[in-house]
């Protein structure tokens, strides 16, 4: 029975009670179309399981159009105000439904709108449209995977420095934080970075050296709390607090005369 095509008759009367569509059928004219149970179901607002049943037993339902209008099962049950949970189960085993149109260009959010469904209906296939767009747009150019080597940040790093300073930025590279600890030894890290930075200085100084220092994984994956410690520690660092106070009379010069 699942696995059938059948003629299915129905007038204007049919259409859904909050539609105030008229038909361009007269009411002796009949409407007759192959369609699928699983679309006949989604047409007469059936509960969720039994149209989990019908799909259970021929899945390949899901996606069949009526020849006609080329109406979906998702089609149906979007013009006929099924329940919610119908549409959310009908939209999860073929997502595709959203945006398909019928023959005549009409997608389900059209048909919803066309035979005025219920808001909630708009809303939920507004939501799911949303969130089909977002998930198919690339991410944008700014994003992390355009970022820069490590080793050739770096070296950018270094370069803004003064002149004088940059060999010596560049001889004493600290290592630290989680993503520090990859690789099979603790030295595989620290070791491909200072190949990759020889690599990229030694083009036009071949006399620097590079040192990169990087403690064992134990303490390299908490390097910048013991750090923090450290600094909160000091008996100066109070010193350098900048206050809200600080702050509104001096705006961000503040950072400069308390950390020179």
């Known amino acids: 029975l699942a696995h059938g095509v059948y003629e299915f008759h129905w007038d204007y009367y049919s259409y859904p009670a909050s539609s105030t569509t008229t038909s361009n059928h007269s009411?002796?004219?009949?409407?007759?179309r192959q369609l699928t149970i699983l679309a006949m179901l989604c047409c007469l607002?059936?509960?969720?399981?039994?149209?989990?049943?019908?799909?259970?037993?021929?899945?390949?339902?899901?996606?069949?159009?009526?020849?006609?209008?080329?109406?979906?099962?998702?089609?149906?049950?979007?013009?006929?105000?099924?329940?919610l949970?119908?549409?959310?189960?009908?939209?999860?085993?073929?997502?595709?439904?959203?945006?398909?149109?019928?023959?005549?260009?009409?997608?389900?959010l059209h048909l919803s709108s066309y035979f005025k469904a219920p808001l909630s209906i708009?809303?939920?296939?507004t939501h799911q449209q949303q969130q089909q767009q977002q998930q198919q747009q690339p991410l944008p150019p700014e994003s992390f995977?355009?970022?820069?080597p490590i080793a050739q940040m770096i070296c950018q790093a270094a370069y803004k420095c003064d002149r004088d300073q940059q060999a010596s930025l560049l001889g004493n590279v600290v290592l630290g934080g989680g993503g520090a600890c990859l690789g099979p030894t603790d030295q595989a890290v620290p070791d491909l970075i200072k190949e990759q930075v020889e690599a990229l200085i030694h083009t036009h100084t071949p006399n620097w050296r590079v040192k990169v220092l990087s403690p064992s994984f134990a303490e390299r994956s908490v390097l910048p709390w013991l750090?923090?410690?450290?600094?909160?520690?000091?008996?100066?660092?109070?010193?350098?607090?900048?206050?809200?106070?600080?702050?509104?009379?001096?705006?961000?010069?503040?950072?400069n005369r308390k950390c020179p």
């Open 122 to 125: 708009v809303r939920f296939l």
């Open 227 to 255: 750090g923090g410690s450290i600094l909160g520690s000091l008996s100066t660092f109070p010193e350098m607090w900048i206050s809200k106070a600080d702050y509104d009379e001096w705006g961000s010069a503040i950072v």
């Open 45 to 83: 607002r059936s509960p969720l399981d039994l149209l989990r049943h019908v799909y259970q037993a021929n899945p390949a339902a899901i996606c069949q159009a009526e020849p006609t209008k080329g109406c979906l099962p998702f089609h149906y049950a979007c013009t006929f105000d099924a329940p």
């Open 85 to 108: 949970e119908v549409l959310e189960f009908l939209l999860q085993a073929y997502p595709q439904a959203l945006q398909r149109p019928r023959h005549d260009g009409m997608t389900p």
């Open 27 to 32: 009411p002796n004219q009949r409407d007759v």
């Open 145 to 148: 995977l355009t970022a820069a």
